[in-house]
Each structure stands twice: as structure tokens, then as C-alpha cells.
Antibody, heavy 118, light 110 residues
């Protein structure tokens, strides 16, 4: 059974940093691309970032480019999202998702809430 | 403003049929597969349709998908109160090099 478990969310001040983790199990982690998607309170889904199965290619939404980095650790089957220079508009529930060719997000985690506020 | 355009809301009576449209461009829907996601209140999104018209295991055949040119459509027949949810279309955008979603459509089963 595929499981994705996010952690690392919380309250952070504007300008601060936070690292989200997503522990994956139930599939061969190195065979699949992964994505982060966020959802601000009462709003729709916004894709944030993606990483290829090899880790060699990364992609970012313009809204986070230069502030967020994505990485993965194959020894721990874990996906990361390092978020720097956080802004109030980054407040959202962040979901990690298993991807098939980046086009299909077939499994999603339960989400981690990130609140950016002074 | 979302890259893909969906109606904000649709509604229909139990047992009826509803369709949700998703409009894009040649850089996304026109040249990539479309997926549809269902988000029940307070839960994470779930894949409903992939590769334009395929259903993952466990998704009933009341749900269907189609694509024509730069538009896609989700169809739901035999509506049930449990289908009340937000529905999102999504795909890869080759120009943006990223995943794009529609703004979401709230389905109300009256």
C-alpha cells in the first residue's frame, strides 16, 4: 500500500525558513517523480515543485522560484521541500504526491500545514 | 488566475448526470494527458481520472473523462450525495515546465 507522510509543518515568521519532509513507502521510490502541491485556506490547488525520479531535474512554480528547493534521499525514501524567505502568501497546506511522468499525481499525502505569520 | 479554466460550481439532483469542463491551451491540455482529482471536504485530493479517460482501480464507472483539442470534460452519472466535493483538472504545461491545475469546481448534489 502506497503511503506518503508529510511532516515539518508549523508556524514561522515572515522571512523565516522551514523544511518539509515526506516519507514514502509501498512503492519503489527511485522509480517515480514526486511533486509538492499546496492549498491556501479556502483556495484551490497550486503546484509548487517537482523532482524527477533520478533527482537530476527539478521544477518550480514562479511563485517560489529562488526561495524553495526540492530534494530527495533514496536511502531514507524521503522527499524534502526547503522553504526560505517565507511570506504570508505561502501559508497553506502542503501535500506531497507521487507522480507518473509528472502528468499524473496518483497518490497524495495527508498534508502539512504551514502558517507564515508574525 | 488559474492556467486551466473550470466553472466555479455545478449542481444537479441525485441520480442525475453532470459534466465539468476544463479549458486550456496547446501547451498543456492540447499536448499532454489530463487528470481529474476529487477532493472531499477536509481531505487530501484523490486521483479520479488519468490519461484523459482512464479510471484508477476502485473508481466506479459512473466517473468518466474525455478530451478534445485543448479542452477536457469530466462526467459523473447517477449522482450521489457522497459525490459532493471539489473537482480539479490538471496536466503538465510544456511551456511553463510545471503542473497546472484548474481553479476547481464545487459539485453540489441538491
Amino acid at each position: 500500500e502506497v503511503q506518503l507522510l508529510e511532516s515539518g509543518g508549523g508556524l514561522v515568521h515572515p522571512g523565516g525558513s522551514l523544511r518539509l519532509s515526506c516519507a514514502a513507502s509501498g512503492f519503489t521510490f527511485s522509480n517515480y517523480a514526486m511533486s509538492w502541491v499546496r492549498q491556501a485556506p479556502g483556495k484551490g490547488l497550486e503546484w509548487v515543485s517537482a523532482i524527477s525520479n533520478s533527482g537530476g531535474s527539478t521544477y518550480f512554480a514562479d511563485s517560489v522560484k529562488g526561495r524553495f528547493t526540492i530534494s530527495r534521499d533514496y536511502s531514507k525514501n524521503t522527499l524534502y521541500l526547503q522553504m526560505n524567505s517565507l511570506r504570508a502568501e505561502d501559508t497553506a497546506v502542503y501535500y506531497c504526491a507521487k507522480a507518473v511522468m509528472h502528468q499524473r499525481l496518483d497518490y497524495w499525502g495527508q498534508g502539512a500545514l504551514v502558517t507564515v505569520s508574525s | 488566475q488559474s492556467v486551466l479554466t473550470q466553472p466555479p460550481s455545478v449542481s444537479a439532483a441525485p441520480g442525475q448526470k453532470v459534466t465539468i469542463s476544463c479549458s486550456g491551451s496547446s501547451s498543456n491540455i492540447g499536448n499532454n494527458y489530463v487528470s481529474w482529482y476529487q477532493q472531499l471536504p477536509g481531505t487530501a485530493p484523490k486521483l479520479l481520472i488519468y490519461d484523459n479517460n482512464k479510471r484508477p482501480s476502485g473508481i466506479p464507472d459512473r466517473f468518466s473523462g474525455s478530451k478534445s483539442g485543448t479542452s477536457a470534460t469530466l462526467g459523473i452519472t447517477g449522482l450521489q450525495t457522497g459525490d459532493e466535493a471539489d473537482y480539479y483538472c490538471g496536466t503538465w504545461d510544456s511551456s511553463l515546465s510545471g503542473v497546472v491545475f484548474g481553479g476547481g469546481t464545487k459539485l453540489t448534489v441538491l
